[in-house]
């Protein structure tokens, strides 16, 4: 029998207030965030750690993935277009020649639009930005209740080093990567387990040394250690994980940091050294919405109420989705979007709805409706969804494919990716 016991009743201050809390400070919950307080509202962000940017910074998957279908077409604008500059204002990018700019098209192009970008540089970029845009950040604070009065929530409860609190706001949302306001809120959910994933950053001091590479991106590799998502991994030993389990993630951090470890003992010598490790679980989904209504897995379909295109960036990106409105709600809760990869969306459309160019684009939908249903005083069920979809393409998010992108069926694109060189000899490493 599990032991337990009855926390004592107390009063609980009110910390703060908004029109709108996001809960989460990962790419979509700063897209979010921003959206929101474009659209003048007062805007609270509430993250755990005490950086922004979620798995592209502490995660350290600095990879921007592609804004393009490898058919030379752009496929995400608005603030997922913007947000992949703010990344990389401060230090090195990638980016093609042939995209910078935003072109809507780009004929034979040399590459896709997409970037590298440095952490450091990015983290405090995002800090700035935020700052502009008049978005307060809490930091150092972990989400603990939504505060529900039947199907609308109030406003959520925290803890952080004053102790625990609460904020109150007219909407939320949840861009906490796990949809834990959304599922402590009553909403229906879906689980999935994870392979493990490990990204660590090394250099070779003798090869900087010796002058073997004059690109300072190239002196920095990655080290995958774990397995791929898109190969058979069968006959490996390596468990699989849930992540929204205090047990599940201990588990995943520290077989992680043990294959890592693991290398670097068998791999001492002069001249190398790991750089960083990450500082997060590197999961990819673990439990996201059962909303509304489903992303439709099928590409080049028209979706009524679409609010804005997506791909898969690294399979077959030539095939575009459409993603509805109703796949950011839930069907009762009133006043809670999801945001970010916790989007009612499963199988294939799970793995799209991932990356970050679509976190950006459900965050920045999110947060706009939100404020939308704010002036309107009403719930997210009843947005004016055609409003929705031109706020949304007044920002340059491209709400539908046109006829060409329909007729790509046939074309195959390009998917090379311009990242750091990875050294793959431990991609399908068992422990």
Known sequence: ????????????????EADVIVVGGGLAGVGAAVAAARNGVSVILIEKSCVLGGLATLGHVCVYMPLDDGLGHKIHGGLAEELLYVCCRYSYNTIPDCWKGGPSFVENPEGRYQTTFNIPA??????????????KVIFDT???????????????????????????AKMVVDASGDADVLFRAGAECETQKNIVSHW???VDVDKIRSGESKDVLHNVQMRWFGLRPDVDNSGSTLPMFYGTTCEGVNDYIKLSRSLALDYLKKNQRDGYAMMTIPFMPQFRMTRRLKGLKEMEVVPRVHVEHSIGCVIHCLESPEEVYEFPYEALIDSRIENIAAAGRIVSAGGRGWEIMRFIPSCVLTGQAAGTAAAMAIKAGCALQKVDVAALQENLAATGVIIHMSDELRSNEK?????????????????SYNH
């Open 1 to 16: 029998m599990v032991k337990s016991i009855v926390e004592e009743k107390r009063e609980i201050p009110v910390a703060g």
């Open 122 to 135: 990015c983290i405090m970029a995002l800090d700035e930005f935020l700052e502009a845009e008049n978005v």
């Open 142 to 168: 972990s989400f603990c209740l939504p505060i529900m009065e039947g199907n609308v929530c109030k406003g959520v409860i925290v803890e952080n080093k004053s102790g625990r609190s609460a904020y109150l």
């Open 200 to 202: 660590t950053y090394e």
């Open 411 to 427: 074309k195959s694109a390009k998917k090379a990716l311009n990242l750091p060189p990875i050294n793959m000899d431990t991609l």
